[in-house]
């Protein structure tokens, strides 16, 4: 069955510094999302995107954060300057043209120290 | 804005025990409602879904009723295995929004032999 892959499954960064979260979403599917949970707390949205670009964002995806999709398969989240605050786990998700079918990846757990 | 609720707490039940975790929502619209599960180390994965009033969804001896009166969507098992132990959570889709999920908090469910 298809799946959406995330990398790494866990990172570890100082505070200040920049990290790229990296996901391949299923090849088919058109739109793409990232959603992340702090520790104890809901899923939140961060960010859609579809047509190469971003097609809604969240209050909490400020000029901090971009999404890239370089190559046709990858789907990245860069943090330019990680805050304590930003420690959760990131999900990406894709989903096809059809009404349901998000499909989400394991998610990377970010912990900035 | 549109949320969802879940009961609060993890929930601990013996095997073969009824299974009941509540989730009720606000929303403007007609939303699709989900019920998403993560198994321990994986990602969400989607169990079950109903995009109309009065749609039931089902999945792996798993129920849930779309009740707009009540704007509810308890998910419901009769008798729960060792195996179902994960997160669940309840979500909604706004259609108003490309399609972004809005997140319960989840409920630990732990089954025990």
């Known amino acids: 069955e298809p799946e959406v892959t995330q990398t790494p499954s866990h990172q570890v960064t100082q505070m200040g510094q920049e990290v790229i979260l990296r996901c391949v979403p299923i090849s088919n599917h058109l739109y793409f999302y990232w959603y992340r949970q702090i520790l104890g707390q809901k899923v939140e949205f961060l960010v859609s995107f579809y047509n190469n670009e971003i097609s809604e964002k969240s209050e909490i995806f400020d000029d901090q954060f971009s999404v890239e999709r370089p190559d046709g398969s990858n789907f990245t989240l860069k943090i330019r300057s990680t805050k304590l605050e930003d420690s959760a786990m990131y999900f990406c998700?894709?989903?096809?043209?059809?009404?349901?079918?998000?499909?989400f990846g394991s998610g990377t757990r970010l912990t900035v120290v | 804005g549109n949320s969802v609720t879940q009961m609060e707490g993890p929930v601990t039940l013996s095997e073969e025990a009824f299974l009941t975790i509540n989730c009720t929502y606000t929303a403007t619209g007609y939303p699709s409602l989900f019920w998403y599960v993560q198994y321990p180390g994986e990602g969400l994965q989607l169990l079950l879904k109903?995009?109309?009033?009065?749609d039931k969804g089902s999945n792996k001896g798993f129920e849930a009723t779309y009740r707009k009166e009540t704007t509810s969507f308890h998910l419901e098992k009769g008798s729960v295995q060792v195996s179902d132990s994960a997160v669940y959570f309840c979500?909604?889709?706004?259609?108003?929004?490309?399609?972004?999920?809005?997140f319960g908090k989840g409920n630990q469910v732990v089954v025990i032999p």
């Open positions: 109903a995009t109309k009033a009065d």
């Open positions: 998700a894709s989903k096809g043209q059809e009404d349901y079918g998000y499909t």
């Open positions: 979500a909604l889709s706004d259609p108003w929004g490309n399609n972004r999920l809005a």
